[in-house]
């Protein structure tokens, strides 16, 4: 089961475009202009090391995604058994 959520989550599922809320464009353009102001103060010798460590993060977060997707979807299920199959 967790190897199949796991591919439903990184290969079968289209999450098709990002949030459209201003919120959403709010803080992706609060996280652009931090980006852009970081690289400026490492300067061009640092940004590999910034690069690496935006990649791992990237990668953590892309598996602890994967992780609340599986629990949610869990979650949701059970509850549609209990809803549909209640005890007596």
Not at 39 to 61: Q, S
Request: aromatic fraction near 12%.
């Amino acid at each position: 089961m967790q190897k199949m959520l796991e591919d439903l989550y990184f290969n079968g599922f289209d999450w098709g475009d990002p949030p459209r809320s201003p919120e959403y464009r709010e803080a992706r353009k609060n996280l652009e202009h931090a980006h852009q102001e970081l690289l400026r103060a490492i300067g061009e010798e640092n940004r590999p090391l910034l690069n690496r460590f935006l990649n791992a993060k990237g990668d953590v977060a892309s598996f602890e995604g994967c992780q609340i997707f599986i629990e949610g979807f869990r979650l949701g299920a059970g509850l549609m058994i209990d809803t549909l199959y209640p005890e007596k």
